[in-house]
């Protein structure tokens, strides 16, 4: 009697599920996009609570709340919540991450415990590869640290220029002069960092033939300053 024989319907079957299968790179998870956040809350002013999430390449969210005290505010219109993307320079980013690794990840005590104005407490987290890590501050004694937090809560304020200036625009063209005079002297002494942040309501106020013609200079000596 004749034996079949099943091995080339074995050897069939094998090459189906050879031809089915990815290779064997494609099942490797990529590693986890590294983000920073900063989380920033003080009830004593508005807004008394934003974050800020900021990703290697400079992209991020930025989300503010008002709170329940009244606005100090000087400027001519106060600014509602704000929730949109932003895109900070890609050198500042590196900047960020840098500090980063720097400070395990944020895994450290980066408050200085001393008995200081109270500032609102800022709260620097990582989340990547390396794991995780995060260290909240009122004001910390570490050069680095601190830097950071003066420069994201400068960067904070510079997004919610950019909302006042959308505002203004709209609503005030007048207070325009006011704001961008403000905002000229603030870029100078430090109180807003990385103006690029709100590029595209400046490039629209130095082209647009409406607004003053010192506001759409301003505008572009802001510009200018976009690294700063």
């Not at 956040?37 to 991020?60: C, E, K, M, R």
């Not at 990385?194 to 130095?206: F, S, Y």
């Amino acid at each position: 009697m004749n034996r079949v024989s099943f091995q080339p319907v074995l050897t069939l079957f094998a090459l189906l599920l050879a031809a089915l299968s990815p290779p064997a790179y494609t099942q490797q998870w990529p590693a986890a996009d590294p983000v920073v956040t900063v989380d920033f809350s003080n009830p004593g002013t508005n807004p008394a609570h934003w974050v800020l999430i900021l990703h290697p390449d400079g992209s991020g969210h930025f989300h503010s709340e008002h709170g329940v005290a009244p606005s100090n505010e000087s400027q001519s219109m106060d600014v509602p919540d704000v929730d949109r993307d932003v895109r900070l320079s890609p050198d500042f980013a590196a900047h960020v991450f840098q500090v980063a690794r720097g400070h395990h990840w944020f895994r450290e005590d980066c408050d200085s415990h001393m008995k200081v104005a109270f500032q609102g407490w800022k709260k620097i987290s990582y989340a990547g590869p390396e794991g995780q890590g995060s260290c909240t501050f009122n004001f910390s004694k570490d050069k680095d640290i601190a830097e950071l937090g003066d420069t994201f809560v400068g960067v904070s304020e510079t997004i919610r220029e950019g909302a006042r200036l959308e505002l203004l625009l709209q609503h005030d063209r007048l207070g325009l002069d006011q704001e961008t005079e403000f905002m000229v002297d603030a870029v100078k002494d430090g109180r807003l960092r990385q103006i690029g942040v709100i590029r595209d309501i400046l490039e629209r106020l130095a082209d647009d033939p409406e607004v003053m013609d010192r506001v759409r200079k301003r505008a572009r000596v802001l510009l200018a300053r976009t690294g700063a």
